[in-house]
């Protein structure tokens, strides 16, 4: 298994550009996530979605938006690019939801740095 | 609101040593946690998780201990290598109505000196 995979690994976009960053898991795991994580600082939820059709808004959904048409792939959207969403993007996911009785950690990717200048 | 942290920013141990990396937590109804391992250009990796109805778990070289009297988690690696070197991360999941999320603390970076 490859885990989860996301591309591109780094980009650089001016202000008002947009862009897509793509994220794939092959665990056939039903829940899946993005976070970002800004220099010396933990994770933040971006967006979340609990299986193919069903995505809700984490702590930070403003200036993104996210599908996810299969159980496989959850990108994420940035329309209009800001200096405040340079970052670092993380894709995870994980077999059950965090609301379950279940709990199973989250497997995350490496990440997409992005610069928006 | 609720929130996830670490006593100490970086720590400096020797290799063979044992390492201790600490974290505190607020949200008393939080009922999972997670410790995860980040190296520099990589994603978060899991180490080892705990349930609340538990105070003690191990896996290989590493025992995560939770005291939910005062609301500190811990983690702990034995005979620390080199490659442990790293960002390690603590992370809650409350219980109930809105715990759909994780929370993650700031990390605290690990360095081992060979």
């Known amino acids: 298994n490859a885990g989860v995979t996301q591309t591109p690994k780094f980009r650089i976009l001016k202000i008002g550009q947009s862009m897509t960053l793509q994220c794939a898991q092959d665990m056939n795991h039903n829940y899946m996530y993005w976070y970002r994580q800004d220099p010396g600082m933990g994770l933040k939820l971006i967006y979340y979605?609990?299986?193919?059709?069903?995505?809700d808004k984490g702590e930070v959904p403003n200036g993104y938006n996210v599908s996810r048409s299969t159980t496989e792939d959850f990108p994420l959207r940035l329309e209009l690019a800001a200096p405040s969403q340079t970052s670092v993007y993380f894709c995870?996911?994980?077999?059950?939801?965090?609301?379950?009785?279940?709990?199973?950690?989250?497997?995350f990717g490496n990440g997409t740095r992005l610069t928006v200048t | 609101g609720e929130s996830v942290g670490l006593h100490l920013p970086t720590l400096s141990v020797q290799e063979g040593d044992n390492s201790i990396i600490n974290c505190a937590y607020s949200?008393?109804?939080?009922?999972?946690f997670i410790w995860y391992k980040q190296e520099s250009g990589k994603g978060p990796q899991f180490i080892i998780d705990?349930?609340?109805?538990?105070d003690k778990r191990q896996g290989q070289r590493v025992t995560v201990l939770l005291n939910k009297t005062v609301k500190h988690l811990s983690l702990q690696i034995a005979a620390t290598q080199p490659g442990d070197s790293a960002v390690y991360f603590c992370a809650e999941k409350g219980a109930g109505a809105g715990s759909y999320q994780l929370t993650f603390g700031k990390g605290t970076k690990l360095s081992v000196i060979p």
């Open positions: 949200n008393s109804a939080s009922d999972y």
């Open positions: 995870a996911s994980s077999y059950s939801g965090p609301r379950s009785s279940y709990n199973s950690p989250l497997h």
């Open positions: 705990i349930r609340s109805n538990m």
């Open positions: 979605s609990v299986g193919a059709g069903i995505t």
